[in-house]
């Protein structure tokens, strides 16, 4: 390696050995959401292709939701990665219909991302369309 190479490398090293790996996540993930999110425990009802589930959102934004499902159509934990990765995809494949049960609202809305730890499954999902103000209104939530 040149000396130019080992210069750049310690750089590099210098600007991040400051900070604590929390903080080196949170910086690199950061720019991904469009919207502030609000720590929001709403009961809801999330519709797949085959079937409904209810369901809680554990935060929202205007522009997505976290969701976690406890049905017990997804609580084996002794399925194997790929059987349950297609179980979800099945389900979910055209997206999600979520109802705000107490608010008397749907949006639809795309699974970005599907986590299951312990038979709770966790959808994080972008709605197709932001929220509208009247929307965000009624969650209280950031237009």
């Known amino acids: 390696m040149g000396a130019a190479t080992r210069g750049r490398k310690n750089k590099k090293k210098k600007g991040t050995s400051g900070l ?4 080196e996540l949170r910086s690199h993930f950061s720019g ?3 919207a502030k999110r609000r720590t929001l425990e709403l009961k809801v009802t999330v519709c797949g292709i085959m079937d409904s589930f209810p369901a809680q959102s554990i935060d929202v934004s205007k522009s997505g939701v976290l969701l976690q499902i406890t049905d017990s159509v997804f609580a084996d934990s002794d399925e194997d990665l790929a059987s349950f990765a297609f179980k979800v995809q099945q389900h979910f494949q055209q997206g999600a219909d979520i109802l705000f049960v107490d608010h008397g609202f749907g949006v639809t809305a795309s699974v970005v991302r599907v986590t299951h730890r312990q038979g709770v499954l966790s959808l994080a999902c972008r709605f197709r369309h932001p929220l509208s103000e009247g929307q965000c209104g009624a969650l209280e ?3």
């Open 20 to 23: 604590s790996a929390e903080m």
């Open 32 to 34: 991904k959401r469009s």
């Open 141 to 143: 939530i950031e237009p």
